[in-house]
């Protein structure tokens, strides 16, 4: 069965700092791997995707995750972090084992704390 | 830029009456879900909906659950007795659809949040 693991549940960085939320996945096949950020009282917002091609996936919000096939991994990343990137980032994986048409399956989640 | 809609952004019901959770897709999307996250607890899948059917579904959507497309812009989900457990963040989700594709993202609504009493 797909799974998807966030080691870590909160994340305390200075602003201006490097960030790194962390992600593990397990799939049988390709993986199809997703990041959500869920800020208080709203949805979940789609931050980047990896399908397929370049290891290094840039998304939104000057965020990127690096896929890492060997160490199953799919780390969202961002070079100096800000105030306003407090908040829950959620990692998922595409369920497509089975035949399944593509639920999420998500992470736990992990609450970034972004200090000034 | 277009977004999922939900209403009502938070519903109190007593433990056995029926709920309606009301979503408005993206106009365009054709595959629609519904997701649930208990406080503290990740999000988790409870259906799909594709072609006015149920595409698929988890073992939390029993037959107390629901879900219609009464019209060509609402999707809900309906839980018929409510029980206490069913308190939750309901996400409705939409994506687009291609048999042979399957990266296309989901964009979520924000929410309605069911509380059991």
């Known amino acids: 069965a797909q799974s998807v693991a966030q080691p870590e549940d909160q994340v305390n960085v200075a602003e201006g700092n490097p960030l790194t939320v962390k992600c593990t996945y397990s799939?049988?096949?390709?993986?199809?791997l997703f990041w959500y950020v869920q800020y208080p009282n709203r949805g979940l917002q789609f931050l980047l995707k990896?399908?397929?091609?370049?290891?290094l996936v840039k998304g939104s919000y000057g965020f990127e995750a690096e896929f890492n096939k060997s160490q199953t991994s799919f780390h969202l990343k961002k070079p100096s972090a800000l105030v306003s990137d407090s908040a829950l980032y959620f990692c998922?994986?595409?369920?497509?084992?089975?035949?399944?048409?593509?639920?999420?399956?998500f992470g736990k989640g992990t609450k970034l704390s972004v200090k000034p | 830029e277009p977004e999922v809609t939900q209403t009502p952004s938070h519903q109190v019901t007593q433990m056995g009456q029926e709920v309606i959770l009301r979503c408005v897709p993206i106009?365009?999307?054709?595959?629609f879900y519904w997701y649930r996250q208990i406080l503290g607890q990740k999000v988790e899948f409870l259906v799909s909906f594709y072609n006015n059917e149920i595409s698929e579904k988890s073992e939390i959507f029993d037959d107390q659950f629901s879900v219609e497309r009464p019209d060509g812009s609402n999707f809900t989900l309906k839980i018929r007795s409510t029980k206490l457990e069913d308190s939750a963040m309901y996400f409705c989700a939409s994506s687009l659809y291609r048999r042979t594709e399957r990266g296309y993202e989901q964009y979520f609504g924000p929410g309605t949040r069911l509380t059991v009493t």
């Open positions: 998922a994986v595409r369920d497509i084992y089975g035949g399944s048409q593509g639920n999420l399956i």
């Open positions: 106009s365009n999307h054709l595959y």
């Open positions: 799939v049988s096949g390709n993986p199809y």
């Open positions: 990896y399908i397929t091609g370049d290891n």
